[in-house]
């Protein structure tokens, strides 16, 4: 994989990699090279379908470089292992439904790093809007920003 390549011989600063339908031996390419890139600042795999293997061996890198600080992922993707350090997520038209904001509250109550958290055009339905209020109640530490598309009529 070029990226995981480049990204190995830190060439890569701030990345965005999304719409790429990344899958599991993808994902596994990213997370070795991001045991040796340092630099990396941004890694979006939104619309990826990198499987929980992918999302587990991506966990695992992140634990090593604590330098990243914007990931993107799929909502039903979450670990304590990625929330912990995480200070923007972005799942913004990712179509979430009701059982990615039920992962996402379970990482909060865990994570007291977010400052912004985009749900644009995520459709979540009522419970999950209730499971994030929730959660939102018990992570006193956590200020997020929900951003929220604008509609012009």
């Known amino acids: 994989m070029a ?3 480049a990204l190995t011989e830190h060439k890569l600063l701030p990345m965005l990699y999304k719409s790429t339908k990344i ?3 993808g994902a596994q390419a990213l997370a070795n090279a991001l045991q040796i890139n340092k630099t990396l600042t941004t890694l979006n795999l939104g619309q990826s379908q990198i499987g929980d293997r992918g999302a587990q061996d991506l966990a695992n890198a992140l634990q090593i470089n604590k ?3 914007i ?3 799929l909502p039903h993707y979450f670990t304590s292992s990625f929330t912990q350090t995480l200070t923007t997520l972005d799942l913004g038209q990712s179509q979430v439904g009701d059982r990615g904001p ?3 509250a379970n990482a909060l109550q865990i994570n007291k790093t977010l400052t912004t958290l985009n749900l644009g055009q995520s459709q979540i339905g009522d419970r999950g809007a209730q499971a994030l209020a929730n959660a939102l109640q018990i992570n006193k530490v956590t200020q ?3 951003l929220l598309p604008i509609h012009y009529t």
Do not use: H, P, R, Y
């Open 3 to 5: 990226i995981a390549s």
């Open 23 to 25: 899958d599991a031996k």
């Open 67 to 69: 330098v990243t600080t």
């Open 71 to 73: 990931l993107v992922l």
């Open 102 to 104: 039920q992962a996402l």
């Open 144 to 146: 997020i920003s929900v």
